[in-house]
């Protein structure tokens, strides 16, 4: 069974700079790609960053050279180094593989507010 926790999130002001951490059990994740989704209030949940098996990335426009996405094959861990955080950045953060497996994590709440 797979499973997937968030963690990391909080409450940050605009520019400021957040790490998310996602541990996964139940899976290797050195064989999938994985990647980092977000769904803010009212909106449908999207992908923000993936990184394949191989360690290609790609990310969506609006967080290129701000975000960082990276894994740990070791410790089946996949992280999330945001900077310069906007509020247009708020929203709950979950990681899965891409495409999703049917499980999701809870995610993390991550608020960009002065």
């Known amino acids: 069974q797979v499973q997937l926790v968030e963690s990391g999130g909080g409450l940050v002001r605009p520019g400021g700079s957040l790490r998310l951490s996602c541990s996964a059990s139940g899976i290797i994740i050195s064989i999938y790609t994985m990647a980092w989704y977000r769904q803010a209030p009212g909106k449908l949940r999207g992908l923000v960053a993936r990184?394949?098996?191989?360690?290609?990335?790609n990310y969506t426009d609006s967080v290129k050279g701000r975000f960082t996405i990276s894994r740990d094959n070791a410790n089946n861990a996949v992280y999330l180094q945001m900077n310069s955080l906007k509020p247009d950045d708020t929203a709950v953060y979950y990681c899965?593989?891409?495409?999703?497996?049917?499980?999701w994590g809870q995610g993390t709440q991550v608020t960009v507010s002065s």
């Open positions: 899965n593989s891409d495409p999703a497996f049917a499980s």
């Open positions: 990184i394949t098996s191989g360690g290609k990335i």
